[in-house]
């Protein structure tokens, strides 16, 4: 009998992979465990289970998992052995983490002369599969391969290299052998330093990476329960080798009896009571379901399901069971039309199914986690449009967290020879796929485009994001030394607030979850109780607190001292035109301009010297917008490194007479963006994301009104989000935009509106 040598390279992968590589291992363990059963010798070499694997940053996008090259060629064994089976991935597809592979082939070769190796993929599946052949063998200097599944594969080969013998390909192929796996040992866990792995993992979750869908705190371990999957959806590298024309069974599963010995074994040797089931598809089939669930009742598990199961196959008993035992159900739901979901993709869904296992996991109390995907080949915008409808709808209504993804061509796939014989990519990158998912489309649609695409992703999800009501702005006062022609608060009478009654409020607010606090006014610094309101704030634990003002009273430099160091987390300046002539035509106060700038001047560096995040708002009116450009290098020589650009609001004292055209200024703000924006980080705020094509992201800021609550003097509280929604109304053109889901419309100004703006808030 032969000694084989097993390698799990250490991973260099980018920082936003997708899928789950600290089970990378879980196929060579796999494939240690069935060479072991048929009589060899076999070691275990994992990058993944050594005492100080971990997650290390390597700089330029990449992160390591495991331990640096050098130490894992440090641990080689003195011996040489028979062969060498290094374990592939589709992690080690991309350019950087290839190189490096290539390197460790080549250290091989020189410290084990003639020993064959093969590079394996040992593949179990319930992650990624990307193609591959012999190129990818020339590239790293391999002589031989086994592709897909190791039974019936790679121990063969393996056989023939020891003896001398010359296998018929360079490649083995493995298809499906065994009718059940129940036939197949159990991974080889004894063969590598279980302990050591799960202090891996606990190093991975501490490093708070990245935020995954099921926690990653040891002890746990990822376990197969079924292989394969008996849909065919056109984005899924489920059943490689199928796509290979080879013939196998297309869904096999270990049986009751086997999972519930694979659960003792876990249990009574290692200490795990928690799984990461990665099945393909684990409730394809009914009965494999419960009986999963009853090992898991049984031995008291935990079970976590990253991978989507099928809405439409389960029932609401299961979901019930499932809430004891489960901390978050993921569903793969992809699209809410039928058109997309089963004639593009090839689901065979049931599109209501989603909803009811969404009212069913409401009424269990389990968090539901819904998988939905935009821009597969020949999908229109309007049909994207109605899946991320679909999708607020659910979570809005029933708590159904959507994760939103693109459709991405795996090498391999259905979508893939789609895009490739359609000329549909617009950035060919068949090997590093991982960013591609969240962050970047690839493929141009029949009536969209990627950046319109991506531009949909980045609403939906900021608007997600900000959803839950998180900050309280509260106009402090009514009082001010300004008299600006667009304030929002300016037909107000001029006292302050009842401090009493506000510091109780913004208790209130806290106790409710508000972590987020925003002082303005009137102008604030007018107050004789700010800071007591801001001590306040900090006493109850608001995470962020922020003073809006006019900068004028931070003339003194005593006073800036004051402000900065008063326990602001931010401090924003207004600062409305870039010379005393338009500044103060804006903000109706003599003076004012050189005061806001001897503020900025002295209050800038002290925020840089304690921590404190400093920038600057300007309000776009018809007399500041023509020199925006100007503003800009006003900025740039006081050295502000943030900027909220402003449009009006029907609110307060402003008129649609102050509004600039919101086309034309927008194209001054992309100007000042491209002039100033490798200096100045913007924010635009109070815009339809339609006036800034290609500058979208700059105008995401604008979704945080979704989370703001206004307090006034009065002690009225508005929801600022509900008012201006009010103010604000979709055109024709909104019918078919992407963004439209996150987006309120355009502003009008009617009469009737400032009558009822009146009688709400008084003249």
């Known amino acids: 009998m032969a000694n084989y040598l097993l390698v799990q390279p250490p991973l260099l992968l980018h920082a936003d992979f997708i899928d789950y590589p600290y089970f990378a291992s879980l196929g060579l363990w796999q494939a240690a465990a069935e060479l072991r059963a048929a009589g060899h010798t076999v070691q275990v070499l994992d990058a993944l289970c050594q005492p100080s694997s971990g997650l290390l940053s390597e700089g330029t996008g ?29 992690w080690l597809r991309s350019r950087p983490a290839s190189a490096e592979l290539r390197s460790l082939v080549e250290h091989l070769n020189k410290r084990y002369v003639h020993v064959p190796q093969v590079l394996a993929d040992c593949d179990v599946g319930g992650m990624h599969f990307i193609e591959w052949g012999e190129p990818e063998l020339d590239d790293l200097g391999l002589q031989w391969g086994c592709k897909y599944e190791a039974e019936g594969a790679l ?53 708070r990476h990245k935020r995954e869908i099921f926690a990653l705190d040891p002890p746990l371990v990822a376990v197969k329960t079924s292989r394969g999957c008996v849909y065919k959806c056109n984005f899924c590298t489920s059943n490689p080798w199928s796509r290979a024309g080879l013939e196998g069974k297309a869904y096999r599963r270990h049986s009751t009896d086997q999972l519930r010995a694979h659960a003792k074994l876990l249990r009574d040797t290692y200490g795990v009571r928690r ?19 009853d090992v898991a009742e049984e031995f008291g598990l935990q079970l976590d399901f990253p991978n989507g199961m099928r809405a439409d196959r389960l029932s609401e008993q299961q979901v019930q069971r499932l809430a004891t035992i489960t901390p978050v159900l993921s569903v793969s739901a992809e699209s809410a039309v039928e058109r997309v979901a089963n004639d593009l993709i090839g689901k065979r869904f049931d599109l209501q199914a989603t909803e009811r296992v969404a009212q069913w996991c409401q009424a269990a109390g389990l968090r539901l ?18 899946t991320l409808k679909t999708a607020w709808t659910l979570y809005e209504k029933l708590q159904a967290e959507p994760l939103l993804q693109f459709a991405t061509p795996i090498l391999g796939t259905a979508l893939h020879q789609t895009a490739t014989a359609q000329k549909l990519w617009t950035t060919r990158e068949d090997r590093d796929i991982g960013p591609l998912f969240q962050g970047k489309p690839v493929l141009t649609g029949r009536d969209w485009t990627p950046g319109e695409l991506w531009a949909a992703k980045q609403v939906f999800e900021t608007k997600l994001a900000m959803w839950r009501p998180r900050k309280v702005i509260m106009n402090t006062t009514y009082v001010c030394n300004n008299h600006c022609v667009f304030c929002a608060t300016g037909n107000r009478s001029d006292w302050h607030g009842d401090t ?28 004789p109780h700010l800071f007591e309101l801001i001590r306040a704030a900090k006493g109850l634990g608001y995470q962020q607190i922020n003073l809006t003002t006019n900068g004028r009273m931070m003339a003194l430099p005593r006073n800036a001292e004051k402000v900065v160091r ?77 900027c909220n650009v402003q449009f009006l609001t029907p609110f307060g004292r402003a008129s649609a ?73 979709h055109e024709a053109k909104c019918e078919t935009c992407l963004m439209s889901t996150a987006c309120e419309g355009f502003y009008y100004w009617p009469k009737e509106w400032k009558d009822q703006a009146q009688a709400r808030w008084g003249d």
């Open 62 to 90: 990449m992160i390591r998992l495991g331990i640096p090259m050098s130490g894992l060629t440090a641990k080689l064994p003195a011996q040489a052995p028979d062969a060498i089976v290094l374990a592939h991935s589709p």
């Open 657 to 729: 007479e102050c509004q600039p055209d919101p086309a034309e200024a927008a194209a001054l703000v992309m100007q000042l963006i491209d002039q100033f924006g490798d200096k100045i980080r913007f924010q635009i705020i109070n815009l339809p994301l339609c006036f800034l094509p290609g500058y979208e992201a700059y105008g995401l800021s604008d979704i945080g009104k979704l989370q703001r609550h206004m307090i006034f003097v009065t002690m009225d509280d508005v929801n600022l989000f509900d008012y201006l929604q009010s103010r604000r109304r």
């Open 369 to 386: 986690v819904v998988h939905w995907m935009i821009g597969q080949p020949g999908e229109t915008r309007v049909e994207i449009l109605h």
């Open 500 to 527: 009493e009654k506000q510091i109780g409020f913004l208790a209130e607010r806290r106790q409710q979850g508000f972590d987020l606090c925003d002082f303005d006014g009137g102008e604030p610094t007018t107050n």
């Open 155 to 207: 121990g063969p080969m393996l056989q023939q290299l020891v003896d001398g013998q010359v296998p018929p390909a360079r490649i083995a192929v493995g298809a499906p052998t065994v009718e059940a796996l129940d036939d197949l040992p159990l991974p080889a866990y004894d063969l590598i330093d279980f302990a050591a792995f799960g202090k891996f993992l606990g190093r991975v979750a501490k490093s």
């Open 275 to 293: 799984w990461v089931v990665l099945d393909e598809l684990v409730n394809v089939h009914p009965g494999h379901f419960d009986g999963l669930l």
């Open 566 to 642: 008063s326990g602001l987390t931010s401090l924003l300046v207004s600062l409305h035109g870039p010379n005393e002539a338009v500044h103060e035509e804006n903000v109706q106060a003599k003076g004012a301009f050189r005061q806001t700038i001897s503020g900025i001047a002295h209050a800038r560096p002290l925020a840089e010297k304690h921590g404190v995040e400093f920038g600057v708002n300007v309000t776009l009116t018809k007399i500041n917008t023509p020199v925006l450009l100007e503003y800009g290098q006003l900025l740039v020589d006081l050295g502000v490194k943030l």
